[in-house]
């Protein structure tokens, strides 16, 4: 081992208290998670130069590990040790954020797909599976058009979030990550070389804020939102409004505003009263225009 790796290897071995401190997970163990950082980080001399300069955000990643509760195996494909901004920073991949809903309760089952202009892609309303035909092996499909992401609750319903590539590319129009790279500030991003998994990440993120919560989950969104630097659209917890309620809503806008109209006169007044104050919240946020966006008409607030 060269004394440059030794040096890495020793900063992640540092980390076996505070990555005990707040294992969330029994399951991880942290010789395993160590040895699978060490790996990431070897792999060219460019991210061990970043860690060795920053030897504190190694230190930080793998910690987050253990405090998100997922692993660094590559076999899994959740979550990868990757230099930004002079950091190493924890980077989790859009299975790494369905397996911890699955694992954490919040769903049965889910996957996120990419949808091609050569596809059918039909959804077919609240709590049904989405109809996505294409064929496997078509050697071009087309453009792509956009992206979805489908859930199976624990009552077995199933939540649909489709998002338009326009849609998508606003958002990561938005990101630093993108602007850094667009005024050449940045060699590469994640957008640039893998839009296909942002596009993916981003539907689960916007898809998640309509699933039961799990603190697992919410701290892993959290952390990509803020530490993780990825450059992913921001999400804000804009209220309490409950995520069920918010889907129902949404559904019912997309039938028309006389859909939604009747569903808002008939869920109680207490419940209208959360989603007018949900609409306030949106409108008091300078960027509403982001995932956080729910396409539905504006109720009237009530007494």
């Not at 496997?136 to 453009?143: I, N, S, V």
């Amino acid at each position: 081992m060269s004394s440059a790796i030794q040096v890495v290897a020793d900063t992640v071995y540092g980390a076996r208290e505070a990555f005990a401190s707040v294992l969330v997970d029994r399951s991880i163990s942290f010789e395993r998670e160590a040895e699978f950082a060490i790996q990431a980080i070897s792999a060219n001399d460019y991210t061990v130069k970043v860690a060795r300069e920053c030897p504190q955000s190694v230190v930080d990643a793998t910690t987050n590990v253990a405090a998100i509760g997922i692993s660094l195996n590559p076999a899994k494909k959740q979550a990868y040790l990757v230099p930004r901004k002079g950091r190493i920073c924890l980077d989790i991949s859009y299975m790494g954020l369905m397996d911890l809903a699955m694992d954490t309760g919040s769903i049965k089952w889910g996957q996120a797909r990419i949808v091609y202009a050569t596809d059918v892609f039909e959804l077919n309303g609240l709590d049904r599976e989405p109809t996505h035909r294409f064929q496997p092996f078509a050697k071009d499909r087309g453009e792509t058009v956009g992206a979805y992401c489908v859930v199976k609750t624990a009552d077995g319903d199933y939540l649909t979030e489709a998002m338009s590539a326009d849609e998508i590319n606003a958002i990561r129009d938005r990101s630093e990550a993108w602007k850094s790279f667009m005024d050449k500030k940045a060699k590469s991003c994640p957008w640039a070389t893998d839009w296909g998994e942002m596009a993916k990440k981003t539907v689960v993120k916007r898809a998640s804020k309509y699933w039961p919560k799990t603190e697992r989950l919410d701290q892993a969104i959290h952390y990509l939102n803020t530490e993780g630097g990825e450059g992913l659209a921001k999400i804000e917890h804009v209220d309490n409004c409950p995520a069920d309620l918010l889907a129902q809503a949404k559904a019912a806008a997309a039938c028309g505003t006389g859909a939604y109209g009747e569903f808002f006169g008939a869920i109680g007044k207490d419940k209208r009263k959360q989603l007018a104050a949900h609409h306030e919240s949106l409108k008091s946020q300078a960027a509403k225009v982001d995932a956080n966006t729910i396409d539905m008409p504006e109720p009237e607030a009530t007494e």
